[in-house]
């Protein structure tokens, strides 16, 4: 299970924070129904359901001045912010390209995270 964001519409456009089994699936899903090109910014790999759920509310909670509609926030929120708050220590962050192809440490991906927050 994974938390993830997807961001439309470029750069500072609005992001999605959601969960899903299957993060590409969903961003596939979602661009069907969308007119604007999607991106997967990033996505948290969650132990469980359970876990994912929690991960996504401290989130939503977090950028709730950012909230745009439901699930979609200002693409002007900082996933770096995310990342510094530590919300589950023992989490692994996975960048995505399209499709995953391999999980990055942790440290890496903080500052892969800021580079895309800035």
Excluded at 2 to 23: E, L, N, R, T
Aim: contains cysteine.
């Amino acid at each position: 299970m994974y938390v993830y964001f997807i961001q439309c519409k470029g750069k500072h456009g609005p992001i999605k924070i959601g969960k899903a089994k299957d993060a590409n699936k969903r961003m596939e899903n979602l661009q069907t129904a969308n007119p604007y090109k999607l991106k997967l910014l990033a996505i948290i790999k969650c132990e469980s359901c359970e876990h994912a759920l929690r991960i996504e509310k401290k989130l939503h909670k977090m950028f709730n001045g950012y909230r745009l509609h439901g699930e979609w926030f200002s693409g002007k929120i900082s996933l770096k912010r995310a990342m510094e708050a530590k919300l589950i220590p023992e989490m692994e962050i996975i960048p995505s390209y399209r499709k995953l192809k391999k999980e990055i440490p942790y440290k890496e991906m903080q500052h892969i995270v800021s580079i895309m927050a800035e």
